[in-house]
């Protein structure tokens, strides 16, 4: 399970940087890759002869091809982390701040209590709302676990089969 120490350590805008930088190599990739098969084109048109050649381009068009599609794949993954992580993380962070200047304390698996207070002094944390509060802890902390899992596995898979690409 995810903690707060944990969400406050995270930096998700790191995922996002890097999906901006996928999305640039993807789509410089995939600009070389449309030249390259305008260039076998007329290559063809000129020289009928292009058996060999033409299929051993056509394999190499064919896999870069495959790795534009892979860069996009984990620049979406990473994009789409970056945006949901941030977004939990900019709940998360004040909520646990909030609930310190309202006289609690927040432990790190999202558990909230009031601080001892002086016989006499006005306690604004009740049982009742430390309960909401560490419910509503509990569930953003799942949400961010369940992000980062996702995540995790989405990307996994392009780890897994790193030669995935067409067969000549």
Known sequence: MVTISVVEASAPQRLTDTAASLAAAATTLTSTVDAQRRALTALRAGWPETDTAGTAADTGIARLTALSARLTAMQRALAGAG?????????????????????????????????????????????????????????LLTQFDNVDEATANALGVF?????????P
């Open 83 to 139: 945006a949901n992580l941030t977004a939990l993380r900019e709940q998360i962070l004040p909520m646990r701040d909030q609930v310190i200047k309202l006289g609690g304390k927040v432990d790190d698996d999202g558990t909230v209590a009031p601080l001892v207070r002086p016989f006499g002094t006005m306690q604004l944390l009740t049982p009742a709302v430390c309960a909401s509060y560490t419910d509503c802890f509990t569930a």
């Open 159 to 167: 780890w897994s089969h790193p030669a995935s690409s067409p067969d």
